[in-house]
């Protein structure tokens, strides 16, 4: 019974293997939700990969999943059973600092700049230094996730490199939805959140609440918030794949930029949300928002990152980082 149990469990294995390995014309996709994926819902709703692989002569099969969080989109990466993953600067930067001379895992897009806020409701917070034992921060992902990230490269900025973790231990992982509804509701522990669209809006239509910190505060200007990475080897061995992938993106943005209120109607009917469609339309055409493919002030995270010590390797550039298709717009 036991080699039984060996041979089913070495099949089952070989299955799983076969079936992660794509070949040419296959792509598996992973998003997570929020409006900082509106170019891959529009990549899905018109079914631009397969549009832009008739012109590589290649009849793509897409696979699109969905994942919570870079650390289960990160694990699934690595093992096969995904080829391309979507999350933050930070976590992406992380896995490409991880993998360097392995797997050497690098970004193929951005998915666009748009700033996360440092919402509180408690009166006396009008800024970080403000922040004391007394208040706790909700995160996605406590320490390690882009809002913490992001707070580390201001509290270095601030206290020094060396207290850089400073307010690391008064935050606590909990999923944005969450997050907002305790800050809007007030009462509990959670008085301040690095809140994302669409929450921060959301949040800010109540009177308690007041933003504190912007992430182009921390950067310097509009950055991008969420990119989509691969591996060495899904790039090189599936070019004309990629190629069409890629091109799905850069037409997702310009159709979205042509036309943002009826991106705002897909987005909608994409994600089945329940968000009004007139607050949908207020953040895809909200000014500090862009829906790009071209990475902006990524290097930034990079550099402090690795000042800190978070990162061992070095970039020189963003083009380190990011596969050569994307050398063929600007970045930073």
Excluded: C
């Excluded at 913490?148 to 850089?164: C, H, V, W």
């Amino acid at each position: 019974m036991t080699i039984t149990k060996t041979k089913s469990a070495m099949a089952l294995a070989l299955l799983f293997a076969t079936s992660a390995a794509q070949a040419e014309g296959q792509i598996s996709i992973a998003q997570q939700f929020g409006i900082g994926y509106l170019i891959l819902d529009v990549v899905r709703d018109q079914q631009l990969i397969e549009k832009q692989g008739k012109k590589q002569g290649l009849d793509i099969k897409v696979d699109w999943r969905t994942l919570s969080g870079a650390t289960a989109m990160n694990e699934a990466l690595l093992s096969g059973a995904l080829d391309v993953a979507s999350a933050g600067v930070p976590p992406l930067l992380t896995l490409w600092d991880r993998t360097k001379g392995r797997q050497n895992v690098k970004a193929i897009a951005s998915l666009g700049s748009m700033p996360n806020y440092l919402l509180s409701n408690n009166p006396a917070v009008k800024s970080v230094k403000d922040l004391s034992d007394k208040d706790r921060i909700a995160v996605p992902a406590a320490g390690v996730g882009f809002q913490s990230r992001t707070l580390q490269i201001e509290t270095a900025k601030l206290f020094g490199n060396a207290d850089y973790k400073r307010f690391d231990k008064i935050s606590v992982s909990l999923p944005h939805p969450d997050a907002s509804a305790a800050l809007i509701a007030g009462g509990s522990e959670i008085s301040t959140h690095f809140s994302s669209p669409p929450f921060q809006y959301q949040a800010l239509e109540h009177k308690n609440v007041h933003k504190i910190l912007s992430s182009y505060d921390v950067l310097g200007g509009q950055a991008t918030f969420n990119v989509l990475y691969t591996t060495q080897k899904f790039h090189d061995e599936n070019p004309k794949t990629y190629r069409a992938f890629y091109d799905a993106l850069a037409e997702a943005a310009q159709i979205i930029n042509a036309d943002k209120n009826k991106a705002a109607e897909t987005y909608i009917r994409a994600e089945k949300s329940r968000l009004p469609l007139p607050l949908v339309q207020k953040i895809v055409n909200d000014p500090e928002i862009s829906f790009t493919v071209s990475p902006e002030r990524t290097f930034i995270y990079a550099q402090k990152l690795n000042e800190l010590g978070v990162l061992k390797n070095k970039a020189d550039s963003w083009k380190d980082y990011f596969f050569n298709e994307a050398w063929q717009n600007p970045g930073s």
